[in-house]
């Protein structure tokens, strides 16, 4: 139905930038909200980021300043731009994304596999 991919993690050393990209396929309708969750080693997911289909953007306290979500004119690629990363920002990156995949259906979450973003010097 709706596939979620992302991309652009790896390696940086602090105080550098990463930004990754979700891009979303499949059977889509209407994307709704679009969020960015993380999840580092034995700790659970914690969301970082959400947009709205409008553009309107809010952040968890331990990003603000740092972060910033965006998505495309089209809708259907989100992106979360990462500046000052530290090493506690080292986690798995997953996008999530609300949809309906038909016209009066009903909205459901998708998520995608993860990218690794390691934050070492």
């Known amino acids: 139905q709706v596939q979620l991919v992302e991309s652009g993690g790896g390696l940086v050393q602090p105080g550098g930038s990463l930004r990754l990209s979700c891009a979303a396929s499949?059977?889509?309708?209407?994307?709704?909200?679009m969020s960015w969750y993380r999840q580092a080693s034995g700790k659970q997911r914690e969301w970082v980021a959400a947009?709205?289909?409008?553009?309107?953007?809010g952040y968890a306290d331990s990003v603000k300043g740092r972060f910033t979500i965006s998505r495309d004119n089209a809708g259907k690629t989100l992106y979360l731009q990462m500046n000052s990363l530290k090493p506690e920002d080292t986690a798995v990156y997953y996008c999530?994304?609300?949809?309906?995949?038909?016209?009066?259906?009903?909205?459901?979450?998708?998520w995608g596999q993860g990218t690794q973003v390691t934050v070492s010097s």
């Open positions: 999530n994304a609300n949809a309906i995949v038909v016209r009066g259906g009903t909205v459901s979450a998708y």
């Open positions: 947009i709205t289909e409008g553009g309107s953007g």
């Open positions: 499949g059977s889509i309708f209407r994307l709704d909200n």
